[in-house]
Nanobody
């Protein structure tokens, strides 16, 4: 488990961009999976994107594919989510998350696989 602090949210007009950051504290391990989830009011927390801490495996939700890019800087212990061409439907609290890949079996979209979470950062997209 690691401690996560996500930031970078804000208010942006539709079509604009934001970059979210997630600072990772404590120990990190090469077998960790890092993910981004989001939760709109009254809705379940949903998967956005995931990346292995080491390696090139990346996966995205269909709703953000082609618009969002997940990346990480291992030397800085930081995870990023670059969000382009934002839409009002992207409005949500965004959370970074981490989990040991032992529990994933390639299923990166399940929030149950992650055991460390950031506090959330609000993204609001106006039309």
């Amino acid at each position: 488990q690691v401690e996560l602090a996500d930031s970078g949210g804000g208010l942006v007009q539709a079509g604009g961009s934001l970059r979210l950051s997630c600072a990772v504290s404590g120990r990190t391990f090469s077998n960790y999976v890092m993910g981004w989830f989001r939760q709109a009011p009254g809705k379940e927390r949903e998967f956005v994107a995931a990346i292995r801490w080491i390696g090139g495996i990346i996966t995205y939700a269909d709703s953000v594919k082609g618009r969002f890019t997940i990346s990480r800087d291992n030397a800085k212990n930081t995870l990023y989510l670059q969000m382009n061409r934002l839409e009002p439907a992207d409005t949500a609290v965004y959370f970074c998350a981490a989990g040991d890949s032992t529990y994933f079996s390639g299923i990166y979209y399940s929030k149950l696989r992650y055991d460390s979470w950031g506090q959330g950062t609000q993204v609001t997209v106006s039309s």
